[in-house]
């Protein structure tokens, strides 16, 4: 007898408390089930049952066998299920959470390519900032920016940050160039506000392998990071922002970056999965395609 059927039929015995009720749950006669519990016993050389005429239980090598074969079982269907999959056209529904910059200005451009390449796969796409229960939610691929909570599902890195200190064209050329971090004060600067505290986000620098922080003075703190984005690319002022948000804008020449010499690294963008997925058509193929994003 092959082993991993054993080790099932003994799962189903276990799991209906009964050598009977295992037989028709299976499919099988019940001399066929007890057969092959026996067999299993013999391969180890232990009693892994106590049975009477009126009950069954586990001993203790049986509870130990149980649950070592619950996690093989699963494991052996994890791996059959992805090796299946892998071969397979990407078909059905994907749900994807993205936050609102990655949707705007990454995933939305590029989503007529990616629906050429697999016309059969319906995109579901929601769009926000918070953690959320992949399961309870049903989501399948969710995209977050920073550290990430020790939450047991699959990340795989998609691209680094960087602090970017910019300004409009017309703002430098009126009133010049920062040469340090602290020559910031004497500059019109655009804070932002952390939605949650309320306080105003402290600059990050680095020089020489130093890190340091820096609250410019300003007028002006917002808590939307596109206002605020946009009120520097209106001459408002100089801004601080993760350079994830601020690409378009520096790529058109509409924001010049200033203090070059003192960007700082912010934080990485991942795409999670629930590891029971990661080799699923569907979900590896988006993920592929959200590497390809950041990296191209």
């Known amino acids: 007898m092959d082993s991993l059927d054993m080790l099932r039929v003994f799962c189903a015995v276990v799991e209906a408390g009964a050598f009977s009720r295992a037989a028709e749950k299976l ?23 106590n049975r009477t005429t009126r009950s069954m239980s586990l001993t203790e090598e049986g509870r130990h066998c149980h649950a070592q074969a619950l996690r093989l079982l699963a494991d052996m269907g994890e791996l059959e299920a992805g090796l299946r999959d892998a071969g397979a056209t990407p078909a059905g529904v994907l749900r994807v959470d993205l936050p609102s910059v990655i949707s705007r200005q990454y995933v939305a451009p590029a989503l007529p390519r990616f629906m050429q390449r697999y016309p059969d796969l319906e995109l579901r796409i929601t769009v926000g900032d918070r953690m959320i229960d992949m ?25 680094s940050t960087r602090y970017v200190c910019c300004a409009a064209p017309a703002f430098l050329q009126q009133n010049g160039w920062p040469a340090s971090p602290e020559s910031l004060d004497q500059f019109a600067c655009l804070g932002f506000l952390n939605p949650r505290t309320r306080m105003v986000r ?20 917002m808590d939307h990071v596109e206002s605020v984005i946009a009120a520097a690319k209106a ?12 690409v378009p804008a520096l790529r058109n020449g509409e924001l010049v970056p200033v203090l070059e010499d003192w960007q700082a690294s912010g934080p990485d963008i991942y795409a999670l999965y629930q590891s029971g997925r990661r080799e699923t058509a569907k979900v590896k193929v988006f993920v592929d395609f959200l590497k390809e994003i950041f990296t191209t």
């Open 235 to 246: 001459g408002c002022g100089i801004i601080q922002q993760m350079s994830v948000s601020l």
């Open 135 to 159: 399961v309870e939610e049903g989501v399948d691929v969710l995209v977050r920016i920073g550290e990430l909570p020790d939450s047991g599902l699959v990340a795989r890195k998609l691209m």
């Open 27 to 49: 499919s099988m006669s019940t001399s066929s089930v007890t057969n092959h519990v026996a067999a299993l016993e013999a391969h180890f050389k232990v009693r892994l049952i």
């Open 202 to 221: 402290p600059w990050k620098f680095t020089r020489d392998g130093e890190i340091g922080s820096h609250i410019p003075r300003g007028l002006v703190q």
